[in-house]
């Protein structure tokens, strides 16, 4: 019980913090570090594009 109290509280601060502006969450620049979008354009990457799901190279069987 005690732990949701924190987190209810510790979120509730953040929150807070966001909203009146004590905190500044740059988004193009986490979009940007996180490979979600394009380097040098504000345009964002197509999702089948993104390097996390692309399918990885068909492996070649070399045993033929």
Known sequence: MLRWLLLGLLL???GT???KGWIEVQWQRL???AGLTETGSGKPIP???LPMLKAPPPVQDSSR
Do not use: K, N, S
């Open 17 to 19: 913090a966001l909203r």
């Open 31 to 33: 979009l940007d570090d």
């Open 47 to 49: 999702l089948h594009e």
């Open 12 to 14: 509730y601060g953040l």
